[in-house]
């Protein structure tokens, strides 16, 4: 049986959670479920007003609508990053520009970005890759300095840190993503985080597809209408209910999967340190989230090949970001900048298996496997 590079798990509450939901005969969006949702990440995490929304993608879109960009607008954005990074801006007309990672980590390297700035840039979009914190002091530096938005793309990064404080917290948006490849799942998922008190008023009319019904619901005004320009952002309140189940167990989860995380690293960092591959060493300033792990090889010929030596020993290994400023629809809009880092990462980082239920003694056959390949 082939080990799967991903696996989501069940906390047993789910259906539990799900039921009850029904019970109460409010199934659509902003129910109990979402409200008790809402109030764990702002009680537990500090975030000042958060949204559930159907994805992490409708979560960035609805960040894109408060900014009010218009045609012709510039975002910065990594391009070693998902699609869906960028794919609401270019819905709103944005141009998209492309910084690349840092020579030793795929994070955004702010020092290129902060190069491509101009007097039409209106966002900074990090994104935290493998919930391994980008350096928020310089990037809130360049931020105000600039005096454009920060958005924080949280997708990997739930529970996860910059100098002890939440990832999420320090942009004026930050969007996390509970995809069922996530720590945290509820098979599709978002979340919108709104830190600045000037946006939030807004946010609960576009997230109400444009309309007042928030304040409806709560009595402040006797009819509602619509009001604004808006989408069904909000899931049902049966998504809301699963999710809450996994944020019950969060601790559990977490200390599960970095001790998987540490697994890995203390059975293949004397294979990196001869010089086989690469491993990242996290700074200093950042937390471990036991988000993903990976390797890098010396070239993409040996990513290929190791990834084949995997997958045919029944061990699912994948390779992970295309370039986002090499990619079939933006190429051709694309500066022509060559971004060195970005592509090296794209050709030579592989994604090893990393789920809850993956027991210790399988991530140590793995790493076998990987040594095997290199002939120890």
């Given amino acids: 049986?082939?080990?799967?590079?991903?696996?989501?798990?069940?906390?047993?509450?789910?259906?539990?959670?799900?039921?009850s939901a029904a019970s109460f005969g409010h199934i659509s969006g902003n129910g109990l479920y979402t409200k008790k949702c809402h109030e764990f990440f702002e009680r537990n995490y500090g975030f000042k007003k958060t949204f559930l929304t159907s994805s992490c993608t409708d979560a960035i879109e609805m960040a894109t609508i408060l900014m009010g960009l218009k045609e012709g607008d510039e975002v910065i954005m990594p391009s070693y990053t998902f699609v869906s990074t960028t794919s609401p801006f270019i819905l709103r007309g944005a141009k998209i520009k492309f910084a690349d990672s840092l020579n030793d980590h795929p994070n955004i390297d702010l020092d290129h970005a902060e190069k491509l700035i101009t007097e039409n840039t209106k966002v900074l979009v990090v994104m935290h890759y493998g919930g391994v914190a980008v350096d928020m002091d310089k990037a809130l530096g360049i931020c105000k300095k600039h005096n454009i938005i920060l958005l924080e793309d949280t997708a990997h990064s739930i529970d996860s840190h910059f100098k002890g404080k939440p990832l999420g917290s320090f942009g004026q948006f930050a969007t996390f993503s509970f995809h069922e490849t996530k720590n945290i799942s509820s098979g599709e998922g978002g979340l919108l985080v709104i830190n600045d008190e000037k946006y939030i008023s807004r946010a609960e009319i576009v997230w109400e597809k444009g309309?007042?019904?928030?304040?409806?619901?709560?009595?402040?005004?006797?009819?509602?209408?619509?009001?604004?320009?808006?989408?069904?952002?909000?899931?049902?309140?049966?998504?809301?209910?699963?999710?809450f189940a996994q944020l019950s167990h969060i601790n559990?989860?977490?200390?599960?999967?970095?001790?998987?995380?540490?697994?890995?690293?203390?059975?293949?960092?004397?294979?990196a340190k001869i010089g086989f591959f690469e491993?990242?060493?996290?700074?200093?300033f950042a937390t471990n989230n036991g988000h993903v792990f990976y390797l890098l090889t010396k070239d993409k010929e040996q990513r290929d090949e190791l990834l084949d030596h995997l997958n045919n020993t029944m061990i699912q290994?994948?390779?992970?970001?295309?370039?986002?400023?090499?990619?079939?629809?933006?190429?051709?809009?694309?500066t022509g900048e060559e971004l060195?880092?970005?592509?090296?990462?794209?050709?030579?980082l592989i994604r090893l298996p990393l789920f809850?239920?993956?027991?210790l003694e399988v991530v140590d056959m793995i790493c076998e496997k990987v040594k095997e390949f290199y002939k120890l």
């Fill in 1 to 19: 049986m082939k080990i799967p590079f991903n696996k989501p798990w069940f906390t047993g509450k789910e259906i539990q959670n799900i039921t």
């Fill in 279 to 284: 491993l990242i060493d996290i700074p200093d």
């Fill in 340 to 348: 060195k880092n970005t592509d090296k990462f794209a050709e030579t």
């Fill in 356 to 359: 809850y239920e993956l027991p």
């Fill in 252 to 271: 559990d989860i977490q200390e599960t999967r970095i001790n998987i995380w540490n697994r890995y690293y203390s059975n293949l960092i004397p294979l």
């Fill in 211 to 243: 309309t007042n019904r928030s304040a409806f619901s709560r009595g402040d005004i006797d009819k509602y209408e619509w009001v604004d320009v808006g989408a069904s952002y909000s899931p049902s309140d049966m998504i809301a209910a699963f999710l």
């Fill in 317 to 334: 290994a994948v390779f992970h970001y295309l370039p986002l400023h090499n990619s079939p629809y933006y190429k051709k809009l694309h």
